[in-house]
């Protein structure tokens, strides 16, 4: 399996992905909102797009469907319950997506950004995540526009977290810059964030640091729901807090913070 991330470059900071079979040329096409882009590095490299997905039903991830689709032909996958026009095939938890002869992808029912969200699992030697808006480098996604902070907290500590550490995570957007200064705010003595940030202020986004479930566990505060700082830190915003403070309520309040910042 071949992964082409594509920096779209544009306001909303998009990734888009080319998952491309190896052996046989065949690409699926992940949010391709870039249709000009995608379509271009396709070309360039001989593969042919012969599926679209949708990891959701926001414009950002949908809108480059009919230009792919119509220079390609290629069918369009999403969530069987998201809200997209023209989907051939709905997906369900535990559906494979299969690209060419060599790749499967593992539909996982990941609501929270939206209540109709997937995200992609490759199993293999080098598993991948390709986690829309659900898993951002450093980050999680938000809930503002038909999500649930309770749901974005199961799916992380229920899905996400189980994950093999050697998971890499290819997001659906590029806030790893912001992300990180949060999870700094919330746990200055985070080392590992320090370093990445120093790297990633610099870094050519055509060539993104590809992280791993293993890096998003040290730098990723929605996923150090046991911290003491991160804890200690709460409870100078939110003195109502109790003593003993649940995994769930950390998550709650660290994405309302986070909706502020």
Known sequence: MHVEQIWTGNAYRNFNYLIVCEASGEALAVDPLDSDKCLAVAKKHGWEITKVLNTHEHFDHTGGNEAVIAATKAKLFAHAKAAIE??????????????????????????????????????SDSPALFCGDTLFNAGAGNCHNGGDPDDMYMTFTHQLSILPDSTRIYPGHDYIDNNLRFTLDREPDNEAAQQILQKTEMQDLDKALISTLALEKEINTFFRLQNPTVIARLREKFDELPEQVDARTVFLKLRELRNNW
């Open 86 to 123: 023209g989907v051939d095939v709905g997906l369900g938890v535990g559906d494979v997506v299969s690209v060419g002869t060599s790749v499967e992808l593992e539909a996982l029912d990941t609501p929270g950004h939206t209540m109709s969200h997937i995200c992609l699992y490759a199993h």
